[in-house]
């Protein structure tokens, strides 16, 4: 079984207007298309004969220590796509020994995804994405939020000033939940009316100054999601992020940015071993993970594999999409001569029209 399969699953059973918004991208999805068709311009260069019999595939991750390589990227309004919603995915990922990114666009409340996490393992590791709010007080409070349910990290989306303009969302013109879902983590914050909770603000005007607050309010590790540029990764380890993502939310926002994989060296050399470094976008089977292992990355996030899963099978699917990318990604591993994630070096990748 492929994750291709759980892809076809999800868009029998999930309501037309649901698979586009978890499928669909910004603009033409140019950068869409182009975060999995990168992936194929990248070989890997076994190594041989080096005892690869014994393998760890474990990931030290900021409040994470000895996780799954691979990481759920937080993704929106589960419930829409399996009544299980976030509670599922969190039973699923513990199970795996994975890190949940769960968030402020969750429809189940941070302090219940924990719970269910805590069903399937003793220590689940979850962490929890939020927007900077235009208002310093709103963030504080869901930062406490997030805190008192036991996350262990806080990711911070950089790449949103505005919301991307996702095509497929604005023809079917879904833009709201529908009546009896709600961003739960928004219930009772500041300044948000009871009736509105689906309402997740984001802010143009937002710049480090928020990022600094936000690292004032928590002893949390915090991660910054959506960094692309080398300079900013450069100013990300300066200011006191403990990690950071290289994504470009899977193309749903700026549709004219490269593959995130194609942005992956420049910031990992940037940051030089500084600050831990996580890859998303694309990533659809083992050697895409391997790939990214060997171009500087300490573990990879999945997206829309992880909410096709869900739709198509609950916990049970979430489980065997994340186990399959597992296998696949330690049989590669096998296969290039490693024995741990440190093993794949930036020597073991040839891209496709360059040299080494
Ligand atoms: C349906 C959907 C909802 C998403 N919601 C969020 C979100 O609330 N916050 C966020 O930072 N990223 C969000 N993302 C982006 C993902 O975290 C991640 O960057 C992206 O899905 C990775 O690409 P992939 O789907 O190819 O794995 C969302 C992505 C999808 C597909
Ligand atoms: O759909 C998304 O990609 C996303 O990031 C998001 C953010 C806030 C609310 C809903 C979705």
Redesign the pocket.
């Known amino acids: 079984m492929t994750l291709q399969a759980f892809r076809e699953a999800a868009r029998t059973v999930l309501d037309p207007v649901h698979d586009d918004?978890?499928a669909g991208g910004a603009g033409e999805e140019r950068v869409l298309a182009a975060?999995?068709r990168a992936f194929a311009r990248y070989s890997l260069l076994p190594r041989v004969l080096r005892g690869a019999e014994a393998r760890d595939i474990a990931a030290d991750l900021p409040g994470a220590p000895g996780a799954s390589p691979v990481v759920v990227?937080?993704?929106?309004?589960h419930r829409l796509l399996h009544p299980d919603g976030e509670r599922a995915t969190a039973r699923a990922a513990a199970a795996e020994g994975a890190v949940l990114?769960t968030?402020?666009?969750s429809t189940t409340a941070v302090a219940d995804v924990v719970a269910a996490a805590r069903e399937t393992a003793a220590e689940p590791a979850v962490w929890f994405?939020l927007y900077p709010h235009p208002c310093a007080e709103v963030t504080a409070a869901l930062v406490r939020r997030a805190e008192d349910a036991g996350c262990s990290a806080l990711?911070v989306?950089v790449d949103?000033p505005v919301f991307g303009r996702r095509t497929r969302d604005l023809r079917n013109g879904f833009s709201d939940l529908p009546p009896g879902y709600a961003a739960e983590n928004m219930r009772g914050l500041p300044g948000t009316p009871p009736d509105v909770l689906t309402d997740i603000p984001m802010s143009p005007a937002i710049g480090w100054e928020e990022v600094t607050e936000i690292l004032g309010v928590t002893s949390l590790p915090v991660l910054l999601?959506?960094v692309l540029h080398p300079a900013d990764a450069r100013l990300a380890a300066d200011r006191g992020a403990a990690g950071l993502i290289v994504?470009n939310?899977?193309g749903?926002q700026c549709d004219a940015v490269p593959a995130a994989v194609d942005c992956l060296p420049a910031v990992a050399g940037a940051v030089a071993g500084r600050i831990p470094v996580l890859l998303?976008?694309?990533?659809r089977r083992g050697s895409d993970i391997a790939v990214g292992l060997a171009l500087g990355a300490v573990a990879v996030?999945?997206?829309?594999?992880v909410?096709w899963g869900l739709a198509a099978g609950g916990e049970s699917g979430v489980r065997q999409v994340l186990a399959t990318l597992c296998d696949e990604y330690d049989h590669t591993l096998a296969l290039c001569g490693g024995r741990s994630n440190a093993d794949l070096t930036g020597d073991m990748v040839v891209r496709e029209g360059l040299p080494w």
Do not use: L, M, W
């Open positions: 918004y978890v975060n999995e990227a937080p993704t929106a309004f990114v968030g402020v666009a994405q990711v989306t949103s999601k959506g994504s939310h899977g749903r998303d976008g694309g990533i996030g999945v997206g829309r594999p909410a």
